[in-house]
């Protein structure tokens, strides 16, 4: 696996889900986990997204508008609690100095610094990429190339089958 994709379910989780799967059609299935992956019965949940950032070349954050003013019940800011999984996925990240990007989804905008609690204030330093449901094959497409600059980060390659001993068919096209 190479790339981790982050997301607030109460926020981007269809644009995450898409952008997973856009994702690994073109990177190859299992080089990319969507952090809903790791959700299975009576796992350590902690425990899978260190295992699966520290294979990591890269990490998604999908924003989206509410990403960072969700509240929890008791309406305090959940970015603002320790606990909470964005923060903790990626202080992680940060911390194994591996490619952080914020991916923009429905017109988000990119949070400022004075915005993120102290251990995350260098997300808001990143070069954001914006994901657009009108240009989404474009953006994916621009993303891809952007990561493929990271070392570790390759497209699947196509498998192509051919017999040595084969006769070579001429091409030929009539206009």
Not at 56 to 79: C, E, F, H, K, S
Not at 147 to 171: C, D, H, M, W, Y
């Given at each position: 696996m190479n790339l981790y994709v982050s997301c607030r379910r109460s926020d981007a989780a269809v644009r995450a889900a898409r952008l997973a799967e856009s994702l690994a059609?073109?990177?190859?299935?299992?080089?990319?986990?969507?952090?809903?992956?790791?959700?299975?019965?009576?796992?350590d949940f902690r425990a899978q997204v260190s295992r699966a950032l520290a294979q990591?070349?890269?990490?998604?954050?999908?924003?989206?508008?509410?990403w960072l003013n969700i509240t929890d019940d008791q309406n305090q800011r959940r970015l603002d609690k320790p606990d909470d999984w964005i923060r903790i996925e990626t202080r992680l990240a940060l911390q194994r100095n591996i490619r952080v990007i914020p991916v923009l989804a429905e017109n988000a905008q990119p949070p400022t610094m004075d915005a993120l609690?102290?251990?995350?204030?260098?997300?808001?330093?990143?070069?954001?990429?914006?994901?657009?449901?009108?240009?989404?094959?474009?953006?994916?497409?621009?993303?891809?190339?952007?990561?493929?600059?990271?070392?570790g980060i390759r497209r699947k390659v196509q498998a192509t089958t051919f017999s040595q001993n084969a006769p070579v068919q001429p091409v030929t096209t009539r206009l």
């Amino acid at each position: 696996m190479n790339l981790y994709v982050s997301c607030r379910r109460s926020d981007a989780a269809v644009r995450a889900a898409r952008l997973a799967e856009s994702l690994a059609q073109r990177l190859g299935k299992g080089r990319v986990t969507w952090d809903a992956d790791l959700l299975e019965a009576g796992a350590d949940f902690r425990a899978q997204v260190s295992r699966a950032l520290a294979q990591a070349d890269a990490m998604l954050v999908v924003i989206g508008p509410r990403w960072l003013n969700i509240t929890d019940d008791q309406n305090q800011r959940r970015l603002d609690k320790p606990d909470d999984w964005i923060r903790i996925e990626t202080r992680l990240a940060l911390q194994r100095n591996i490619r952080v990007i914020p991916v923009l989804a429905e017109n988000a905008q990119p949070p400022t610094m004075d915005a993120l609690p102290d251990e995350i204030k260098s997300l808001a330093r990143r070069e954001a990429h914006e994901l657009s449901d009108k240009r989404w094959d474009y953006d994916v497409q621009c993303l891809i190339e952007a990561l493929e600059k990271i070392p570790g980060i390759r497209r699947k390659v196509q498998a192509t089958t051919f017999s040595q001993n084969a006769p070579v068919q001429p091409v030929t096209t009539r206009l």
